[in-house]
């Protein structure tokens, strides 16, 4: 599917350095845009207690995020054209992070659809944004 990415867990924080590894380049007033991410335990084990939140830019453009499928699927599930979820929230920390899966633990080979919305159309946009999914388990 078109736009969609993969994010492997290896059992730590997850944070890309690279440019442009989720969202294209935007400036301010320019539309929203969702970007849906697919969270797949590589780890070997099953993860407990996963949360999945956001370390955002203070000088940054809006981001929220949501879970858009929580049903813990096999890697080789492929997802149809999401609908965007109706409900976002912008949970920076674990403890207000989303619970991924919804229900249940993570298994191995298993994952998980998380929808992220850049909302540049208000706010200052930073020179080279840093913001990054993280999904841990403390």
């Not at 370390?55 to 995020?65: F, I, K, T």
């Not at 989303?98 to 998980?112: C, D, E, I, N, R």
């Amino acid at each position: 599917m078109a736009g969609m990415r993969f994010l492997t867990l290896s059992g730590t924080d997850i944070v890309s350095g690279q440019l442009h590894n989720l969202f294209p380049a935007c400036r301010v007033g320019d539309a929203a845009t969702i970007a849906y991410v697919q969270v797949l335990n590589s780890t070997g084990a099953t993860l407990s207690n996963l949360r999945a939140y956001l370390r955002l830019d203070p000088a940054g453009v809006a981001c929220s995020m949501a879970i858009a499928d929580g049903t813990a699927r096999a890697e080789s599930y492929s997802y149809g054209t999401p609908t965007p979820p109706g409900s976002w929230s912008t949970p920076t920390t674990y403890a207000a992070g989303l619970a991924v899966p919804t229900t249940g633990s993570l298994a191995a080979g298993q994952k998980v659809l998380v929808a992220i919305k850049r909302d540049p159309t208000t706010g200052s946009a930073a020179d080279v944004e840093s913001n990054a999914l993280i999904v841990s388990t403390s």
